[in-house]
């Protein structure tokens, strides 16, 4: 079956470094990507998104990148910082809406200070 | 002030018993979804409801039953709890077609 899944599971990173996740989808068909950031003991909150007909959308701090040639999409994190630690998420879905979305499996973020 | 709400934030309970889960969404959305998500952090839908139409059903085990009264609840009812149904049990809300799926704070669930 169709499925989303992470390269790396765990990534620890110095404060103020830059941190790239990475996401690799098998649905060619997905349109529509969202980054979720899960804080120990909480809910998945909303980080940033892209539809397919774009490669690069930037937020504060954040960047995600698409390249549906290879079917990847990426976080890119600028100056991390402790409050980033975090589980981090991929998800997608189809038909420009997110009524069902497909998660990966996670990755584990660590800033040491 | 909270957006996705759901009680218990806690519920630890023995195999064999009958329990509900709860939430709330105060942000005026119309479709509402119940995740699992276990030891592994691995989250997966289980259920969907638009305007109160049941619209996603994962393969999931018919002890477990959802229901949404009106557009701003979803409850969810475990009949016959299983060790295995130990998981946190997310809430998500969104306006349908909008983009964000905004998530309550979870209910860990734990079958003794």
């Known amino acids: 079956g169709e499925s989303v899944g992470l390269h790396l599971p765990t990534l620890s990173v110095q404060e103020g470094d830059n941190s790239i996740i990475n996401c690799a989808y098998s649905n060619s068909a997905s349109d529509y990507f969202i980054w979720y950031k899960q804080e120990s003991g909480k809910g998945p909150q909303f980080i940033i998104d892209?539809?397919?007909?774009?490669d690069k959308r930037q937020g504060q701090r954040v960047t995600v990148l698409l390249n549906k040639t290879v079917k990847h999409l990426s976080l890119q994190i600028a100056a991390t910082q402790p409050g980033d630690s975090a589980v981090y998420f991929c998800?997608?879905?189809?038909?420009?809406?997110?009524?069902?979305?497909?998660f990966g499996k996670g990755t584990l973020l660590t800033v040491n200070p | 002030d909270t957006a996705v709400s759901q009680t218990p934030k806690y519920l630890v309970t023995q195999m064999g018993n009958d329990k509900s889960i709860k939430c709330e969404q105060n942000?005026?959305?119309?479709?509402m979804y119940w995740y699992k998500q276990d030891s592994k952090k691995f989250l997966k839908i289980m259920f969907s409801y638009n305007n109160k139409e049941l619209i996603i059903n994962e393969t999931v085990p018919n002890r477990f039953s959802p229901k949404s009264p009106d557009k701003a609840h979803l409850n969810l009812h475990i009949n016959s709890l299983e060790l295995g149904d130990s998981a946190v049990y997310f809430c998500?809300?969104?306006?349908?077609?909008?983009?964000?799926?905004?998530f309550g704070p979870g209910t860990r669930l734990l079958v003794l």
């Open positions: 998500a809300s969104t306006k349908w077609e909008s983009g964000t799926q905004y």
């Open positions: 942000l005026g959305h119309d479709t």
């Open positions: 998800a997608e879905t189809l038909g420009g809406s997110n009524y069902k979305l497909t």
């Open positions: 892209i539809r397919s007909n774009m």
